[in-house]
């Protein structure tokens, strides 16, 4: 029954990446494109915790974390050089 | 492992995938940014929680001993998500972008791009700190 769980999850991740792309790809603004990788990171870490549970592993647990953080710090680079054309002043 | 709890695991992860497609569907469908903000930072935060409940407990249960790491990415994503979003928000409406007519708060947009307080702000006198 879990096995099946996680290969139906692992489906629906794999369609919700492919919507981000579309918005990566189609966003009108900058701020979507932002926006559209901010989701696909956290995408991304859902499909890593799920290939773990797949395994029955907790090795891929800091990629997981790892992803979850650099993340974070790359929207708020990119958020910030948005709004004052500059990173480091 | 049991086949009830076998069970709740498969329908807590089923859900919180549900959660982060509704979240992925609600970017591409809805009509502008301001609005768009709302499906990644709330039904995705939540699907990921749902998602890190089911590994929790399946980790717990193969390691014999409670498993309580992946609450640390849980912790952080529920902490970072609103903070990105208030930022994304914030660097749209210095970009002066253009909301769509039926978007809310439409009257913050202008002084937020100028960087002044709001015109209803009665701390605040001809621009100057009290």
Known sequence: ?89 | MATWLEGLIALVLIIGGVFLLIGSIGLVRLPDLYTRLHGPTKATTLGMAGLLLASSVVSSITQGSISVHEWLITLFLLITAPVSANMIAKTAMHHDLTPWKRTKGQELVDPASRQAPPSDHHSVKDGKLP
């Open chain 1, 1 to 89: 029954m879990l096995t099946w769980a996680v290969i139906i999850v692992a489906i629906l991740i794999c369609i919700a990446l492919f919507l981000n792309l579309w918005r990566l790809v189609q966003g009108p603004s900058l701020q979507d494109r932002i926006l559209a990788l901010d989701t696909m990171y956290i995408n991304s870490i859902a499909l890593i915790i799920l290939y773990g549970i797949h395994m029955g592993t907790g090795l891929y647990f800091e990629a997981a974390l790892l992803i979850a953080m650099l993340g974070f710090v790359s929207t708020s680079a990119l958020c910030k050089y948005l709004l004052r054309g500059d990173l480091i002043e």
